[in-house]
């Protein structure tokens, strides 16, 4: 089945540390992003890239870094610059970046700074 | 500014019908989609409007009016499963999607 597999889950994470979380895609997209969802909030964007070895900033990129070196994954770092990390985080995917079309969403990280 | 406006909790009666608002203001349109979020799942797709009118799929239909910047979801026969928060993003003129802050629907038996 094709889709969007985002691990681990959950994640645990002490001030201080650096985490990374895998977003991984069968869909053959090119476009992949990463959303932080917090409470009441609507989805925010962290990051996208429209291809491979290619991406760019979203709204609040500060504190986050990803790579793209290969279509099928696109990995965010969430580095001990990030000042509020605890969140819900959400990767998705579509054909193509400069068009309307449907996102389709990995099951969600849901990382807590202790 | 951009932003898109829908009321944060509704509340329902099984088998009833509830009609979920959406207003938006962005720099361009492109499209509307509606998602269903179940709490701590990922979002699904339920609909996309791009054109004024009336989409129905089902139990679900959406409404589309760009002249008054303004969408909304309707969920008709209601059943526990819809209890889930239902999110509604615009797509603007440079493709960038906006995100409303999503409507908790609770539904009571």
């Known amino acids: 089945d094709g889709g969007i597999t985002q691990s681990p889950k959950y994640l645990f994470r002490k001030e201080g540390q650096n985490v990374t979380l895998s977003c991984e895609q069968n869909l053959n997209h090119d476009a992949m992003y990463w959303y932080r969802q917090d409470p009441g909030q609507g989805l925010r964007l962290i990051y996208y890239s429209q291809i491979v070895n290619d991406f760019q900033k979203g709204d609040i990129a500060e504190g986050y870094s990803v790579s793209r070196e290969k279509k099928e994954s696109f990995p965010l770092t969430v580095t001990s610059a990030q000042k509020n990390p605890t969140a819900f985080y959400l990767c998705?995917?579509?054909?193509?970046?400069?068009?309307?079309?449907?996102?389709?969403f990995g099951e969600g990280s849901r990382l807590t700074v202790l | 500014g951009q932003n898109i406006d829908q009321p944060t909790e509704m509340t329902a009666t099984e088998g009833a019908i509830v009609q979920i608002n959406c207003t938006y203001q962005?720099?361009?349109?492109?499209?509307l989609f509606w998602y269903q979020q179940h709490a701590g799942e990922a979002p699904t797709f339920l609909s996309y409007n791009v054109l004024d009118g009336l989409e129905e799929k089902g139990r679900f239909s959406s409404f589309l009016s760009r002249s008054k910047g303004y969408s909304y979801l309707l969920l008709k026969e209601l059943q526990m499963k819809d209890s889930a928060s239902y999110l509604c993003?615009?797509?603007?003129?440079?493709?960038?999607?906006?995100w409303g802050a999503g409507t908790k629907l609770i539904i009571k038996p």
């Open positions: 993003a615009v797509i603007n003129s440079n493709y960038q999607l906006i």
């Open positions: 998705a995917s579509k054909w193509i970046a400069g068009e309307a079309g449907e996102l389709f």
């Open positions: 962005t720099s361009g349109f492109n499209g």
